[in-house]
Protein backbone atom coordinates (compact mmCIF):
# COMPACT_ATOMS: atom_id res chain seq x y z
CA UNK A 1 0.00 0.00 0.00
CA UNK A 2 1.33 3.09 -0.42
CA UNK A 3 2.02 5.21 1.74
CA UNK A 4 2.98 9.06 1.26
CA UNK A 5 5.16 10.94 3.79
CA UNK A 6 5.94 14.87 4.37
CA UNK A 7 8.45 16.16 6.63
CA UNK A 8 8.47 18.50 8.27
CA UNK A 9 5.21 18.91 9.26
CA UNK A 10 5.35 22.87 9.88
CA UNK A 11 8.16 25.25 8.73
CA UNK A 12 8.63 29.11 9.68
CA UNK A 13 11.67 30.64 7.60
CA UNK A 14 12.24 34.51 7.44
CA UNK A 15 10.65 36.32 3.66
CA UNK A 16 13.75 36.37 1.22
CA UNK A 17 15.27 32.50 1.77
CA UNK A 18 15.58 30.02 -0.11
CA UNK A 19 13.80 26.95 1.42
CA UNK A 20 12.93 22.79 0.34
CA UNK A 21 10.19 20.90 1.11
CA UNK A 22 10.45 17.37 1.19
CA UNK A 23 7.77 14.52 -0.10
CA UNK A 24 8.41 10.54 0.00
CA UNK A 25 7.08 7.74 -0.85
CA UNK A 26 7.29 4.03 -0.29
CA UNK A 27 6.51 2.73 -3.65
CA UNK A 28 8.48 3.77 -6.66
CA UNK A 29 5.80 2.56 -9.63
CA UNK A 30 3.88 5.73 -9.72
CA UNK A 31 2.40 7.59 -12.77
CA UNK A 32 3.25 11.28 -11.38
CA UNK A 33 3.30 13.18 -8.72
CA UNK A 34 1.76 16.45 -7.67
CA UNK A 35 2.40 19.21 -5.80
CA UNK A 36 -0.31 21.75 -4.54
CA UNK A 37 -1.21 24.87 -2.37
CA UNK A 38 -3.85 24.53 0.18
CA UNK A 39 -5.09 28.43 2.03
CA UNK A 40 -7.12 28.21 4.75
CA UNK A 41 -10.63 28.34 4.04
CA UNK A 42 -10.01 27.86 0.38
CA UNK A 43 -9.75 25.03 -2.21
CA UNK A 44 -6.27 22.75 -3.41
CA UNK A 45 -4.23 24.56 -6.00
CA UNK A 46 -2.34 22.80 -8.45
CA UNK A 47 1.05 23.75 -8.42
CA UNK A 48 3.37 21.85 -10.58
CA UNK A 49 2.91 17.74 -11.72
CA UNK A 50 5.98 16.03 -12.65
CA UNK A 51 5.53 12.07 -14.79
CA UNK A 52 7.41 9.27 -13.97
CA UNK A 53 9.38 9.89 -17.01
CA UNK A 54 10.47 13.34 -15.46
CA UNK A 55 13.11 14.42 -13.21
CA UNK A 56 11.70 17.86 -12.59
CA UNK A 57 9.04 20.60 -13.42
CA UNK A 58 9.54 24.50 -13.27
CA UNK A 59 6.67 27.32 -12.29
CA UNK A 60 8.00 30.42 -12.01
CA UNK A 61 10.23 30.66 -8.18
CA UNK A 62 8.78 27.09 -7.84
CA UNK A 63 10.94 23.88 -9.02
CA UNK A 64 9.83 20.33 -8.21
CA UNK A 65 12.37 17.36 -8.54
CA UNK A 66 11.45 13.47 -8.92
CA UNK A 67 13.60 11.03 -7.77
CA UNK A 68 11.15 7.80 -8.56
CA UNK A 69 13.93 4.51 -7.51
CA UNK A 70 14.20 6.22 -3.92
CA UNK A 71 10.65 7.52 -3.48
CA UNK A 72 11.44 11.50 -3.52
CA UNK A 73 10.12 14.49 -4.25
CA UNK A 74 11.14 18.21 -3.61
CA UNK A 75 9.52 21.22 -4.19
CA UNK A 76 12.23 23.99 -3.99
CA UNK A 77 10.58 27.74 -3.35
CA UNK A 78 13.30 30.71 -4.10
CA UNK A 79 12.93 33.84 -2.69
CA UNK A 80 10.34 33.50 -0.58
CA UNK A 81 7.64 35.55 0.23
CA UNK A 82 5.30 36.04 2.54
CA UNK A 83 2.27 35.31 -0.17
CA UNK A 84 3.97 31.87 0.13
CA UNK A 85 2.46 30.94 3.54
CA UNK A 86 0.27 28.06 3.27
CA UNK A 87 0.21 24.34 3.40
CA UNK A 88 1.73 22.11 0.66
CA UNK A 89 0.74 18.77 -0.20
CA UNK A 90 2.45 16.52 -2.46
CA UNK A 91 -0.13 13.76 -3.80
CA UNK A 92 1.04 10.39 -6.50
CA UNK A 93 -1.09 8.27 -8.47
CA UNK A 94 0.20 5.05 -8.34
CA UNK A 95 0.48 2.74 -10.86
CA UNK A 96 -1.38 0.02 -9.54
CA UNK A 97 -3.94 2.43 -7.90
CA UNK A 98 -7.34 2.44 -9.48
CA UNK A 99 -8.56 5.01 -12.36
CA UNK A 100 -6.66 8.32 -10.95
CA UNK A 101 -6.72 7.99 -7.77
CA UNK A 102 -4.50 10.61 -5.38
CA UNK A 103 -2.55 9.36 -2.01
CA UNK A 104 -1.48 12.37 -0.13
CA UNK A 105 0.88 13.64 2.15
CA UNK A 106 -0.39 15.74 5.12
CA UNK A 107 1.46 18.48 3.75
CA UNK A 108 4.03 21.22 5.21
CA UNK A 109 2.63 24.58 7.16
CA UNK A 110 4.84 26.83 5.42
CA UNK A 111 4.99 30.82 7.35
CA UNK A 112 7.21 33.21 5.61
CA UNK A 113 7.92 35.88 8.14
CA UNK A 114 8.52 39.56 6.79
CA UNK B 1 -16.14 29.88 -15.94
CA UNK B 2 -14.80 30.51 -12.81
CA UNK B 3 -13.77 27.07 -11.42
CA UNK B 4 -15.20 23.82 -9.35
CA UNK B 5 -18.03 25.19 -7.10
CA UNK B 6 -19.10 23.25 -4.45
CA UNK B 7 -22.12 24.49 -2.44
CA UNK B 8 -23.17 24.59 0.66
CA UNK B 9 -19.25 25.74 2.28
CA UNK B 10 -20.56 24.84 5.47
CA UNK B 11 -22.83 22.99 6.95
CA UNK B 12 -23.74 22.21 10.76
CA UNK B 13 -26.09 19.17 11.36
CA UNK B 14 -27.51 17.40 14.14
CA UNK B 15 -26.29 13.56 14.46
CA UNK B 16 -28.42 11.59 12.63
CA UNK B 17 -29.80 13.63 10.56
CA UNK B 18 -29.16 13.26 6.07
CA UNK B 19 -27.09 16.31 4.21
CA UNK B 20 -26.33 16.79 0.79
CA UNK B 21 -23.36 18.35 -1.35
CA UNK B 22 -22.75 19.89 -4.07
CA UNK B 23 -19.96 19.94 -6.83
CA UNK B 24 -20.40 21.69 -10.49
CA UNK B 25 -17.18 20.96 -11.63
CA UNK B 26 -15.22 23.16 -14.85
CA UNK B 27 -17.60 22.77 -17.21
CA UNK B 28 -15.58 20.82 -19.95
CA UNK B 29 -14.00 18.39 -17.75
CA UNK B 30 -15.69 14.56 -17.89
CA UNK B 31 -14.07 13.53 -14.57
CA UNK B 32 -14.97 14.44 -10.99
CA UNK B 33 -13.78 13.37 -8.25
CA UNK B 34 -15.02 13.41 -4.64
CA UNK B 35 -12.48 13.68 -1.04
CA UNK B 36 -12.47 13.89 2.28
CA UNK B 37 -9.89 15.64 4.64
CA UNK B 38 -9.67 16.17 8.65
CA UNK B 39 -7.87 18.50 10.07
CA UNK B 40 -4.22 18.09 10.15
CA UNK B 41 -4.55 15.24 7.21
CA UNK B 42 -3.73 14.83 3.52
CA UNK B 43 -7.56 14.16 1.45
CA UNK B 44 -8.59 10.69 1.23
CA UNK B 45 -10.24 9.62 -1.81
CA UNK B 46 -13.70 8.79 -1.82
CA UNK B 47 -15.03 8.22 -5.63
CA UNK B 48 -14.51 9.26 -9.06
CA UNK B 49 -16.65 9.63 -11.97
CA UNK B 50 -15.99 9.94 -15.78
CA UNK B 51 -19.20 11.27 -17.13
CA UNK B 52 -22.04 9.85 -15.34
CA UNK B 53 -20.26 6.67 -14.79
CA UNK B 54 -19.37 6.20 -11.08
CA UNK B 55 -15.64 4.11 -11.57
CA UNK B 56 -14.48 4.18 -8.72
CA UNK B 57 -15.23 4.10 -4.88
CA UNK B 58 -13.22 3.90 -1.85
CA UNK B 59 -13.53 1.46 1.29
CA UNK B 60 -14.05 4.39 3.25
CA UNK B 61 -17.31 5.23 1.60
CA UNK B 62 -19.67 3.15 3.60
CA UNK B 63 -23.35 2.27 2.76
CA UNK B 64 -24.35 5.70 4.62
CA UNK B 65 -22.52 7.75 1.30
CA UNK B 66 -23.40 7.63 -1.89
CA UNK B 67 -22.81 10.01 -4.73
CA UNK B 68 -24.39 10.86 -8.15
CA UNK B 69 -23.54 12.15 -11.20
CA UNK B 70 -27.02 12.17 -12.87
CA UNK B 71 -25.87 14.14 -16.56
CA UNK B 72 -22.25 13.97 -16.37
CA UNK B 73 -22.37 17.55 -15.24
CA UNK B 74 -22.96 18.27 -11.45
CA UNK B 75 -22.77 16.14 -8.67
CA UNK B 76 -23.85 15.02 -5.86
CA UNK B 77 -22.18 13.86 -2.04
CA UNK B 78 -25.35 12.42 0.17
CA UNK B 79 -24.58 11.22 4.03
CA UNK B 80 -27.39 9.38 5.41
CA UNK B 81 -27.59 9.22 9.37
CA UNK B 82 -24.46 11.50 9.95
CA UNK B 83 -22.21 10.72 13.35
CA UNK B 84 -19.81 12.71 14.29
CA UNK B 85 -17.11 11.17 12.66
CA UNK B 86 -18.52 12.51 9.67
CA UNK B 87 -17.01 15.91 10.25
CA UNK B 88 -14.57 16.84 8.31
CA UNK B 89 -14.23 18.74 4.90
CA UNK B 90 -15.72 17.31 1.52
CA UNK B 91 -13.49 18.26 -1.11
CA UNK B 92 -14.58 18.00 -4.97
CA UNK B 93 -12.14 18.47 -8.19
CA UNK B 94 -12.48 17.26 -11.66
CA UNK B 95 -10.27 17.09 -14.72
CA UNK B 96 -10.29 17.38 -18.65
CA UNK B 97 -10.03 13.65 -18.83
CA UNK B 98 -9.72 12.91 -22.65
CA UNK B 99 -9.01 16.52 -23.64
CA UNK B 100 -5.94 18.53 -23.49
CA UNK B 101 -2.07 17.29 -23.43
CA UNK B 102 -0.64 14.02 -21.28
CA UNK B 103 -0.04 16.34 -18.50
CA UNK B 104 -3.26 18.70 -18.46
CA UNK B 105 -5.69 16.24 -18.62
CA UNK B 106 -5.00 14.58 -15.84
CA UNK B 107 -4.16 17.97 -13.46
CA UNK B 108 -7.21 17.91 -10.77
CA UNK B 109 -8.67 21.23 -10.30
CA UNK B 110 -10.71 21.67 -6.72
CA UNK B 111 -13.19 23.56 -5.33
CA UNK B 112 -13.10 25.41 -1.91
CA UNK B 113 -15.06 22.64 -0.18
CA UNK B 114 -17.84 22.05 1.98
CA UNK B 115 -17.24 22.16 5.71
CA UNK B 116 -19.37 19.48 7.80
CA UNK B 117 -19.62 19.60 11.40
CA UNK B 118 -21.78 16.81 12.86
CA UNK B 119 -23.09 17.68 16.49
Known amino acids: KQEVTQIPAALSVPEGENLVLNCSFT??????LQWFRQDPGKGLTSLLLIQSSQREQTSGRLNASLDKSSGRSTLYIAASQPGDSATYLCAVRGVMDSNYQLIWGAGTKLIIKP | DTGVSQNPRHKITKRGQNVTFRCDPISEHNRLYWYRQTLGQGPEFLTY????????KSRLLSDRFSAERPKGSFSTLEIQRTEQGDSAMYLC?????????????????FGAGTRLSVL
Open chain 2, 93 to 109: ASSPGTSGGTLAKNIQY
Open chain 2, 49 to 56: FQNEAQLE
Open chain 1, 27 to 32: DSAIYN
